[in-house]
């Protein structure tokens, strides 16, 4: 399981989607298709997510900054939670509603 949240990527070459939730499976993905490898988000999260890799760079940064390269190249296809994390965080809501719901002794 990665680090982040599933972003769902499209490329350009392969015509296929991949789920990237990591700082490897993201700068391996630079790798692949892209519309535009010389837009300036593209090459700075390279960069970034090389620095990562490196430890010289915070991953959540890189992972940021390779989600905006792909949003600049209209490559998300979705970052939206999966339909498993949504029942998830129903179900939270659900108990900390019943727990605020509850009466309290003093």
């Known amino acids: ?23 490897a499976e993201a700068r ?12 300036h988000s593209y090459r700075k999260a390279l960069r970034l997510l090389e ?25 998300v296809v979705s970052d939206q939670p999966s339909e498993g994390l949504k029942r998830l965080d129903a179900l939270a809501s659900s108990i900390y509603e019943q727990a605020r719901q509850l009466p309290r002794s003093v």
């Open 1 to 23: 399981m990665g680090a982040f949240l599933p972003v769902r990527i499209a490329f350009m070459n392969l015509k296929t989607t991949s789920f990237i939730s990591s700082v």
């Open 28 to 39: 391996a993905a630079m790798d692949a298709g892209w519309k535009n490898k010389h837009l």
């Open 51 to 75: 620095e990562a890799q490196a430890g010289t760079c915070r991953q959540s940064v890189a992972f940021a900054a390779f989600v905006k390269a792909a949003r600049d190249q209209d490559m």
